[in-house]
């Protein structure tokens, strides 16, 4: 295993075995309790996605936030602008 950290190197052997799985592990690899497997640069488990995020899905997460944003975004707009059209049609009817 080859790091650019120093501390990396000097993890010893026996703590880059996972007890729960008996694989070798990376220094900052950490094993999910939920899905039961070992993930590199474990950041947390998303319940949305299904999955631990970790090294090779955290772009994959992020798109994942960016674009509930931009629907959230988009939902906000179309109910406010329905919202418009329907209280000045109300208003025309009114007067």
Known sequence: ??????VDRLVTASQRLCPECNV???PRCRHCRTCGVCVDLFDHHCPWIGNCVGRRNHAVFVLHLCSAIVLQ????WFSWSFLEETCEETGKEAS
Not at 1 to 6: A, G, I, L, M
């Open 1 to 6: 295993f080859d790091s650019q950290y120093k």
């Open 24 to 26: 070798i592990k990376g």
């Open 73 to 76: 975004c988009c939902l906000l």
